[in-house]
């Protein structure tokens, strides 16, 4: 009783911090909270028509919804491309802004290196709607690549860059690196930077060349950052690690044509969701994900605190 | 002896590793900027001319006809007005907002504290999926409305925990003796604390004047008045309308000009990437504490 007092007192004293703090909670309550009930829908008949009082009064049906996705004829194809391509960005969009600080690192002449850095991180302020204006130019099949190959008789026919499902993937990824190859190299070279100079001198001394120097100190030194971007990546496997950019890809640049490599299964609840309307299904689906990507954090998390004593929460 | 041919080695291996560092270089210096180049160049030329293809570096007819095209179209100024508008209104709400719950929960002391901070860190990591959160846009009518511009993406979580810290590492003795003098919360933070809080109010206007610049999907799925499209989407439809088509050949001529769909959507690209290059000196200054912030701090 007497600490409820002093609670209320404390509250009245800190009024009008606790007037800018509760705007916001009230705020993250109706914009993140109410949705997260939506969630069962996923379980229930659910029809739009219902509004939102027919999220608690439509019957539930229990695992329906999951069933009928797993034995959709789409399902094999989807998570596969989702796995797909995800795994493959993480294999190629992690290493390389690592390789990238390493090589800005070893750049003597500061105004290039200042260049190239500049201009690399670019392409991370803009949006992938200009990014698929700018493919289009390249890569259709009029598009500045195919024009180029076909005048210096490379190729005889177009190549369907945009339109061929077995290029998708690789477009997919090598977009994602150009587009964010340089941005994250900033956390690197920011951690590289923070490397003592005395252990390159001392290495230079006891005669370490430049390739022992970057295996040697570089790269365990700036371990704990790779560490924690990794994980980072990581738990957002499916989002597309890094960047996060596998719907806002496969929206933008999947088509009809390349459909059977491109979507995944973030499109997919769109197709199903607001485009057929089919919400209770669409939910169901989109929650699957959801629970993967939540085991894929904790799961990163607690091996990487196992192996390294590391950790984001 | 011994010595000369360890040096000489030595100098071989950096020869080497400098060649391969200032080639890579140079090629992802390339390969980053020609394709913005390309499309300035392309948005300069004759767009009937321009689909024949054979155009690197230059303009090969030069004409202003594509962006005379754009700044007439109605439909192209109207996305353009709306995404200024959204910009403007959308980062100042989502400024002010995020600052002032930041700077609320920057008081150790703050009754309640460890509560909001669990509510936020699950908003943080939970989310209920795309169609739960189109439903209670549709429940509060924000859809088809300008306001799904503004409202929704107001409080971002990410940079409340980055301005949480900011404002807890200002030290709590500059509040303190304001408040002794009789200055109310309000004050203390207009007087004091924003004039201080630069470096973090630049950094968040920036990153969320960009982000609400180059958003396109709230416009795709939450809007359907075409007068209330945004740059990004009509970009968008664009493209999508010239993928299905065979390539950039047979893009539709506009009758009775030179211009095509495609080289006025270029004219549009570079409309819509010349204040994200000139507001990048400032990104720049900014960004590095940002990102570091966000992503090796716990």
């Known amino acids: 009783m007497k600490k409820r007092e002093t609670w209320g007192k404390e509250f009245r004293k800190q009024l009008p911090l606790q007037i800018f703090v509760l705007s916001g909670i009230v705020y993250l309550l109706i914009f993140n909270f109410i949705p997260m009930f939506g969630i069962i ?43 797909g391509i995800s ?37 991370h302020f803009i949006s992938w709607v200009i990014i698929s204006g700018i493919s289009f130019q390249f890569l259709s099949s009029g598009g500045i690549i195919n024009t180029l190959l076909m005048s210096l008789g490379l190729i005889g026919q177009p190549i369907g860059f945009l339109t061929d499902p077995d290029l998708y993937w690789g477009f997919a990824v090598l977009s994602d690196v150009w587009k964010e190859m340089g941005w994250w190299t900033i956390v690197f070279l920011a951690a590289i930077v923070g490397v003592s100079q005395d252990l390159y001198e001392a290495a230079q001394i006891d005669g370490a060349g430049r390739l022992q120097r970057i295996w040697h100190i570089t790269l365990p030194c700036i371990k704990p950052t790779i560490v924690v ?17 596998n719907f806002e890809q496969s929206y933008l640049m999947g088509n009809s044509m ?45 091996f990487s605190k196992k192996v390294s004593g590391m950790g984001l929460f | 002896m011994d010595r000369v041919r360890r040096r000489k080695k030595i100098s071989l291996e950096d020869l080497l590793v400098d060649g391969v560092i200032y080639l890579l270089g140079l090629i992802i210096l390339f390969v980053t900027v020609y394709p913005f180049l390309y499309v300035l160049i392309i948005s300069f030329n004759e767009g009937v001319d321009a689909s024949l293809g054979g155009i ?23 996305g353009l007005g709306v995404t200024v508008l959204r910009t403007v209104a959308g980062t100042l709400i989502g400024v002010l907002f995020t600052t002032l719950v930041a700077y609320g929960l920057s008081f150790q002391n703050l009754a309640g504290r460890k509560l909001y901070m669990t509510i936020i ?28 511009y503004v409202i929704p993406g107001a409080l971002n979580t990410f940079f409340l925990m980055v301005g949480v810290s900011f404002f807890g590492d ?23 604390i924003l004039p201080i809080s630069t470096p973090f109010l630049a950094t968040l206007t920036l990153f969320i004047g960009v982000g609400h610049w180059n958003n396109w999907y709230d416009s795709a799925f939450f809007v359907k008045t075409k007068e209330l499209r945004t740059l990004s989407y009509l970009m968008m439809e664009v493209i999508n309308k010239s993928m299905v088509s065979s390539g950039a050949g047979s893009a539709t001529a506009q009758t009775a000009s030179a211009t095509t769909t495609l080289s006025i959507q270029t004219a549009a690209m570079v409309v819509a990437v010349a204040p994200i290059l000139c507001v990048y000196p400032f990104l720049q200054k900014y960004f590095v504490t940002g990102i570091m912030i966000g992503s090796v701090k716990e």
């Open chain 1, 41 to 83: 829908m996923g379980f229930k008949d659910y029809d739009i028509v219902m509004g939102v009082e027919g999220i608690f009064t439509s019957e539930w049906v229990g695992l329906k919804y999951f069933r009928e996705f797993v034995n959709d004829y789409n399902f094999a194809n989807l998570v596969k491309n989702t796995v």
């Open chain 1, 87 to 123: 795994l493959l960005k993480l294999i190629f969009t992690f290493p390389i802004p690592i390789i990238f600080a390493v090589m800005l690192n070893e750049m003597k002449c500061l105004r290039f290196k200042k260049l190239v850095q500049t201009c690399s991180y670019l392409p």
């Open chain 1, 229 to 245: 971007v990794l994980i980072l990546a990581l738990g957002n496997l499916f989002g597309g690690g890094l960047s996060g950019s």
């Open chain 1, 258 to 302: 390349n459909k059977e490599t491109s979507q995944i299964i973030q499109t997919y609840v769109f197709e199903v969701g607001l485009a057929q309307g089919r919400y209770a299904y669409a939910t169901a689906v989109g929650l699957i994900q959801s629970a993967i990507s939540l085991v894929l954090i904790f799961s990163s998390n607690f």
């Open chain 2, 56 to 78: 690197y570096w230059w303009p090969r007819k030069f004409t202003l006809e594509n962006y005379e095209q754009f700044f007439n179209d109605s439909k192209w100024l109207v």
């Open chain 2, 121 to 148: 860190v699950i908003s943080m990591y939970f989310s209920g999926g795309i169609i739960p959160y189109y439903t209670l846009l549709k429940e509060l009518h924000l859809i088809d409305t300008f306001f799904v």
């Open chain 2, 170 to 192: 200002i030290p709590g003795s500059l509040r303190e003796s304001a408040k002794m003098d009789g200055a109310s919360e309000l004050t203390v933070f207009r007087k004091i």
